[in-house]
């Protein structure tokens, strides 16, 4: 879809977007197109006794002169618009054109100053629309739905600074759709290494890629995430990449992933219902990989990390049995009691080698990771560990901004006995009880005091409710979030 920003007024004819507040009241600029078509927009806001409450919208047909359609949008309340209710405005409008099966329309933006400054409205607006229209279709031999909007200018007092807003906003948006797209691809087309290449793609982006082999990862000593591996015929992958854009001395920030191209179970396999949806266990590193392409596409001025573990957990004749004890690269034995606890042990050497090799200021790992998380907490909110207040404060802030969510959970002592072994250091589950903390807490272990949080994405990852913003089976969860903690906090 092709998104521009120009003048005040809209060209007389085609479609037009116009907004009204409580009572059905037009937003001033759109009062003058009332007028110019002999006030057929006031009389059939009247007729529909449209209130102009959120969410609504008013279809008007052939108004006069050379005009097809005015649409009029619902605000509400204008007191209560934030940015993100511009963002999900934006998806709505571009959701209700689709299915009108419009393909090119003017929005004419105008909103109260207390809202935001014009230019930013408008870029609000256009980046919901952009978050709205993804499609994931390339396994269709037709295409279906969508598409079919190809055109949205924003009109604005102000197109130019409107256009440079949107850059930023774009580059967020670049990222989510390349979070969903490899959340979405099928588990037989996207392995280990072809996850890597689409990383390794990512160079051209000005993103310095890294990528690491079994044998590399054999010498590192990186028996936790082998293990895991060694059940499948796919190679496992290391990719590290990295953004330069703050200054030479600062510290980076580290995001980790968890990167299971598809999770079986392995000899702890999984009941077979549902089973399919693990082809989404790789949404951390999805969103890890998005967040460093819109880190880079907006230039953003900071240095980060992005480290993701890309392993198959496979019942193969070679694969790790209950009872196997693996050495990690840190030097702590596990014993594996469970191989569908597999994720935990990806990440304990992902976390050690980044924390080893960058020194970072922070690091935040996500991961599908339990199913107890998606108990505790549903699909609204992801699971929040950490051992620093202000990293947790920053992050729900992040999250009610965004609009993904992030709820603390509790890590102490007394949950983390419940992972020693007899036999090793530790073990990969504990009881019955409290499976997301224990896995919390077994990851803790191999953070070494680092500045860390944990967010067990589980139930946010894939299949939520749909929204204005997002129609996919995956909805690119987190890279809005990472993004908007970064640019608040961390830019020089
Ligand atoms: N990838 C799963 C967790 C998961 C479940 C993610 C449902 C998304 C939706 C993870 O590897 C896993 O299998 N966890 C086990 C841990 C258990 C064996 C201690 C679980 O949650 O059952
Ligand atoms: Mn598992
Ligand atoms: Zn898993």
């Given at each position: 879809?092709?998104?521009?920003?120009?003048?005040?007024?809209?060209?007389?004819?085609?479609?037009?977007?116009?907004?009204?507040?409580?009572?059905?009241q037009l937003a001033p600029r759109a009062q003058g197109l009332d007028s110019r078509s002999s006030?057929?927009?006031?009389?059939?806001?009247?007729?529909?006794a449209f209130s102009g409450k959120r969410d609504q919208s008013l279809d008007i047909l052939a108004p006069g002169g050379k005009l097809s359609r005015v649409v009029v949008f619902g605000l509400g309340d204008t007191a209560k618009l934030h940015p993100l209710d511009l963002e999900m405005l934006g998806g709505g409008i571009a959701g209700t054109l689709q299915s009108m099966k419009i393909a090119e329309a003017a929005v004419v933006t105008d909103f109260p100053e207390?809202?935001?400054r014009p230019e930013q409205c408008a870029a609000w607006l256009a980046s919901g629309a952009r978050l709205r229209v993804y499609e994931f279709s390339r396994y269709k031999s037709r295409r279906t739905n969508g598409g079919q909007l190809t055109a949205l200018a924003f009109h604005t007092t102000s197109p130019a600074q409107a256009r440079k807003a949107f850059v930023a906003l774009d580059a967020v948006a670049e990222g989510v759709h390349l979070a969903r797209d490899l959340v979405n691809e099928p588990p037989n087309r996207l392995f280990p290494v072809d996850f890597a290449n689409r990383a390794r793609d990512l160079g051209r982006n000005g993103l310095k890629v890294e990528i690491l082999t079994p044998s590399q990862m054999h010498k590192l000593g990186m028996g936790a995430l082998l293990g895991v591996a060694q059940g499948s015929a796919q190679e496992p992958r290391l990719v590290i990449m990295r953004w330069n854009g703050g200054r030479r001395t600062d510290q980076p920030l580290a995001f980790i992933g968890k990167g299971v191209t598809f999770d079986t179970g392995g000899i702890s396999i999984k009941p077979a219902a549902?089973?399919?949806?693990?082809?989404?266990?790789?949404?951390?590193?999805?969103?890890?990989?998005?967040?460093?392409?819109?880190?880079?596409?907006?230039?953003?001025?900071v240095n980060a990390i992005g480290a993701i573990g890309l392993v198959e957990n496979m019942p193969g004749g070679n694969a790790q049995r209950p009872g196997d004890v693996v050495k990690s690269m840190s030097g702590q034995t596990i014993a594996v009691l469970n191989t569908d606890a597999e994720g935990r042990l990806v990440l304990a050497d992902v976390l050690w080698y980044v924390q080893r090799r960058f020194k970072p200021r922070f690091m935040i790992d996500l991961a599908t990771l339990?199913?107890?998380?998606?108990?505790?907490?549903g699909k609204e909110h992801a699971g929040l560990f950490s051992n620093d207040d202000e990293l947790v404060?920053?992050?729900?802030a992040a999250g009610l901004a965004t609009g993904e969510k992030v709820w603390r959970m509790p890590l102490t002592p007394e949950y983390d006995k419940l992972i020693d072994s007899d036999v090793a250091d530790m073990k990969n589950i504990g009881g019955r009880n409290a499976g997301s903390i224990i896995a919390a807490q077994f990851i803790q272990r191999f953070v070494n005091g680092v500045p860390w949080a944990h967010l067990d994405i589980a139930g946010t990852a894939f299949d939520g409710a749909r929204t204005a913003i997002n129609q996919s089976w995956a909805p690119g969860w987190g890279v809005r979030l990472l993004n908007r903690l970064v640019a608040e906090h961390y830019e020089s």
């Open positions: 879809m092709n998104i521009t920003f120009l003048g005040p007024s809209p060209a007389r004819s085609g479609v037009i977007v116009v907004f009204a507040g409580q009572g059905g006030g057929a927009i006031t009389r059939a806001i009247k007729a529909a207390a809202v935001g549902g089973m399919e949806d693990m082809k989404g266990d790789m949404g951390g590193a999805a969103c890890v990989t998005g967040l460093m392409l819109a880190l880079a596409r907006r230039k953003a001025k339990t199913g107890a998380i998606v108990v505790a907490l404060q920053r992050l729900s």
